[in-house]
């Protein structure tokens, strides 16, 4: 197995994983459970595949697929914040929205129920290996800076805060909807450029083409504790898993099916707590009247 | 998470070892064949309904029963919808939500009598679909209450069944939209109506 083959493919792998759990840290760490991130990756990658279809540019792309995870992320934002509904149901109803709209539009702009064109992308420099393209170290990048703004800028205390004793922050005079409301959009904005990733790089978008991805960023979450640092490498973690995967597939030593459970059951065992309990947020998915 | 583990591992049962070849799915087995209503009835003809339609509803009912009128289903009661209080009263909190969820467990679990016994009559991988999602969202829409679930599980059929007939006029896939929307319409107004009728509650009292 080539080292270098090895790392450049876990890289393109972890990429939607980065993206969506570092919005799924900042939208939990805010309180708001985020079961959503696959329904935001999968409109995101719908609606980045729309806009570079008929724009023809990849960057034109990149913002409707951003607009795309934020509409639902509203979605999400008001029926939880606003109306205060179930947080886990709502999650289950945005998923299946996201999947019943992207098929509806498949149907509606492409005339399929299966795939859209083939749309333009970023790179293809075959000697560059994914790595001509902007949005792979954008997302090497964001965990890295969405640490910085939940450590050490006032909105990212007032996030935690949210997340930790809402009614502390209340107390002290810092609208606790309003920075829920920032954290869902921008999970949904960071979810959406996962799902921009997986389309681009794949130059089209295929029915529920996130396949789990976005349950993946949220195992990545809860086994990196709520700390984007510690998610991110949980998502590289997840990645090196499917890589040896694929490399080791029709080697016959171990069945694929077994590291395909490696991120969730990982995740079990750091919520059972065998090794240091995870400790989510204290008022994560609760609902105050 | 157990969801994944799960299907990964009946993947690898069906694909590695139990498949018909060049299919993902076992072969057709008719010893434990549950006979549709249409064999016991000419006025279900044509329909794939099957005797799973009578289990279920019978299982509601048991469901119903353990609840409401039994002890167990009191100390169950309790324990959702105040725990301390449930210990306080000399109920054993642990112990009924473990028997809850083995129960839960058991009964979910039969949901997959209908396609397996009384459909195709093999394990097709994937076969249940995201239909335990679904699940979730009837329980929500049947408000937690065994005869309410009856109603959502046949509104949500209806729904699916009834984007396949108007297919010629809209795309099918509009029905996935709707049960999105139907989900989140209730999601959002339950806490909503309880809100109204509290504060309605109040001014009455004053």
């Known amino acids: 197995m080539n080292p270098i083959s090895f790392l450049t493919q876990m890289i393109r792998i972890a990429i939607p994983y980065l993206f969506a759990a570092s919005g799924g840290v900042m939208a939990e760490r805010a309180g708001i459970v985020s079961l959503t991130l696959e329904g935001f990756m999968l409109s995101g990658a719908f609606a980045a595949v729309l806009g570079t279809n008929y724009s023809g540019s990849p960057w034109v792309g990149v913002l409707t697929g951003i607009l795309g995870g934020l509409i639902f992320a509203l979605i999400h934002a008001v029926a939880t914040i606003r109306y205060r509904a179930d947080q886990v149901v709502v999650g289950v109803a ?18 399929s129920s299966s795939n859209s064109p083939r749309v333009a992308g970023f790179g293809g420099n075959i000697n560059a290996a994914g790595f001509d393209n902007p949005l792979l170290w ?15 800028t006032p909105f990212g205390l007032r996030v935690r805060a949210a997340g930790e004793h809402p009614d502390a922050a209340e107390s002290v005079g810092v609208s606790v909807k309003r920075v829920r409301y920032a954290a869902v959009a921008l999970s949904g904005i960071l979810a959406g450029l996962g799902g921009v990733y997986l389309a681009l790089d794949q130059h089209q978008f295929t029915d529920q ?24 490498l949980a998502c590289l973690l997840f990645a090196a898993a499917e890589t040896l995967q694929i490399q080791l597939q029709g080697s016959n030593a171990i069945a694929s099916q077994f590291i395909e459970m490696i991120p969730y059951a990982l995740t079990i065992i750091a919520l059972a707590g065998v090794v240091g309990r995870a400790v989510p947020p204290a008022a994560l998915g609760k609902v105050e009247d | 998470m157990l969801n994944f583990i799960v299907l990964a591992l009946l993947n690898w049962f069906i694909a590695g070892h139990l498949h018909v070849p060049e299919t993902l799915h076992t072969p057709e087995i008719h010893a434990g064949v549950l006979p549709r209503l249409a064999d016991i009835d000419s006025r279900f003809h044509g329909s794939a309904a099957n005797l799973a339609l009578i289990v279920a509803a019978l299982v509601a009912v048991a469901v119903w029963f353990y609840l409401f009128r039994s002890r167990g289903g009191y100390d169950l009661r309790a324990a959702g919808l105040q725990p301390q209080a449930a210990e306080y009263g000399g109920i054993s909190v642990g112990r009924v939500w473990m028997r809850a969820l083995t129960f839960s467990g058991v009964i979910a679990g039969m949901g997959g009598i209908n396609y397996v016994l009384g459909y195709k009559h093999y394990y097709e991988d994937g076969f249940a679909s995201g239909a335990g999602f679904l699940g979730i969202a009837v329980a929500l829409v049947g408000r937690n209450h065994p005869f309410g679930v009856l109603i959502a599980a046949f509104f949500f059929a209806t729904l699916s069944q009834g984007g396949l007939a108007i297919h010629a006029f809209v795309p099918k896939q509009m029905m996935d939209v709707l049960q999105g929307v139907v989900i989140l319409a209730v999601a959002m107004a339950v806490p909503e109506v309880r809100r109204v009728l509290r504060t309605a509650r109040r001014r009455v009292d004053a």
């Open chain 1, 94 to 111: 945005i998923n299946l929205l996201a999947i019943g709209v992207t098929r509806f539009f498949l149907k509606l702009f492409f005339a």
């Open chain 1, 138 to 152: 954008l997302g090497l990048l964001v965990a890295p800076v969405m640490a910085f703004v939940i450590y050490r």
């Open chain 1, 209 to 232: 083409m996130t396949a789990g991805r976005g349950f993946i960023a949220i195992s990545a979450v809860i086994f990196g504790r709520w700390d984007p640092i510690r998610a991110a």
